[in-house]
Structures are given as C-alpha cells and as structure tokens.
C-alpha cells in the first residue's frame, strides 16, 4: 500500500515550460516532504523540501506548493531544460517512524529541445 | 555536502553465491542508514535500517536471513545477498542520515546487482 500517491507517471515539457508533479498523502503524521531527482542507473539526489509549517518554497527553478488541508504537495519546475530529464520522486516521513522515507511512484520527465 | 559511496557499483555472480555490498559515508558520521532495493522503471522501496552497533530492523516482508545487514562503525554498513538467485538481481541504494536529528537523507550512487 504506497502511503504517497504520485502522478503523472510521465510528461513530455517543451524546453522553457513548465513542468508540474502531484502527490498526494494520507497519514498526517508526515512532517517533512522531499523531492528527489534519479538519473537513469544513478541514486537518486535531494532536489528540494518542505515542512508543513510553510505553504511554499522555492529554491532556483524548483518549487514546491504544499497543501496542509488538502494533503496534496506539488513540486514546479520553470523554464525546463534537456537537462532536467530524469525521474522524479516525492516522500514522505516522520520523525517518530527514523525518518523512513515513503516514496511516490515517481514521474519521467522528459524536455524535448 | 554530504557524500555517500556504494562498493562495488556492478557486481555480477552465480545463483547461489552471496555477495557483499559496502555503503560508506565520507565526510559525516551516520547514526542511521536505510537500504533500497529497486526494480527497473519502478520507485524504491526500503528494506531496512540500521544503526550503529545494533540490530537492523527489517520491513515486511523482506527476509532477514537473506538479506545480511551489518552496522559496524558509523561510516559503514554493509548488505550481504546470501544464496543469490535471479529474483535478487536489482539496483541496491543506500542513504544515510547526517545525524540523528535530521530528515536529510543521503543517497549512495546504488549498486546493480545481476544474478545469473
């Protein structure tokens, strides 16, 4: 049973526009949401994250919108690059569970030049 | 920043032979490591943490026997496959946090382990 549902599964982003991922999550418990970025055969990285004291974030092209009351959070990238192909992960966790990371399905981003 | 290293990056053995992988991190000492397995075009899924000097805790479902955990030191753990098979060929990942009072998680480049 994955406790954060992710979506898209994919998306194609002209270079320049925008690219939206969506995750949703049901334990409130969960104090702290990351976005990790995968490069195919390589670990994943830390891109950005929220607590859930604050609505957003920002940091470079990346942003994440975070939605308290609806338990939704989205990561935003601008102005996509080729560069930015690669599969992205939202998590989830808490601090009263080791900090164990709970995963999203995960969404291919694909830039076309 | 905080760097993780996984050892070897490939590895490639027999049905039946076990295999060990090394995660390591270099510049921080680790409280508490987690071990990822993951499957081609599929997110991961933890297997396990470990701290230091104790017991690792495994997740449902994930066979302990099989899947050798060892904490021995702050900086190292290692995840022994025993009695490989092909099931077990996957991309290994760990990830270790800073400190004990932290989210931040930090990934090791992963490990693909083919089982043949």
């Known amino acids: 049973q994955q406790q954060v549902k992710q979506s898209p599964q994919s998306l194609i982003v002209q270079k320049g526009g925008i690219s939206i991922i969506n995750c949703a999550y049901e334990?409130?418990?969960?104090?702290?949401f990351p976005w990790y970025q995968q490069f195919p055969g390589k670990g994943p990285a830390l891109l950005i994250a929220?607590?859930?004291?604050?609505s957003e974030k920002k940091e470079g092209r990346f942003t994440i919108s975070f939605n308290k009351s609806a338990k939704q959070f989205s990561l935003h990238i601008m102005d996509s690059q080729p560069g930015d192909s690669a599969t992205y992960f939202c998590?989830?966790?808490?601090?009263?569970?080791?900090?164990?990371?709970?995963f999203g399905a995960g969404t291919t981003v694909t830039v076309r030049a | 920043g905080a760097v993780v290293s996984q050892h070897p990056s490939r590895v490639i053995c027999k049905s039946g032979t076990s295999v060990k992988i090394e995660c390591r991190s270099l510049?921080?000492?680790?409280?508490?490591m987690f071990w990822y397995r993951q499957f081609p075009k599929q997110s991961l899924m933890l297997m396990a943490t470990s701290n230091e000097g104790s017991k690792a805790t495994y997740e449902q479902g994930v066979e302990k026997d099989k899947f050798l955990i060892n904490h021995a030191s702050l900086t190292l753990s290692t995840l022994t496959v025993t009695s490989a098979h092909p099931e077990d060929s996957s991309f290994y990942i760990c990830?270790?946090?800073?400190?004990?009072?932290?989210?931040?998680?930090?990934f090791g480049p992963g490990t693909r382990l083919t089982v043949t």
């Open positions: 510049d921080f000492q680790a409280t508490t």
């Open positions: 334990n409130t418990a969960f104090d702290y």
């Open positions: 929220i607590r859930p004291d604050v």
């Open positions: 990830s270790a946090n800073r400190d004990s009072r932290t989210y931040e998680q930090y």
């Open positions: 998590a989830a966790s808490m601090r009263s569970n080791d900090y164990k990371l709970s």
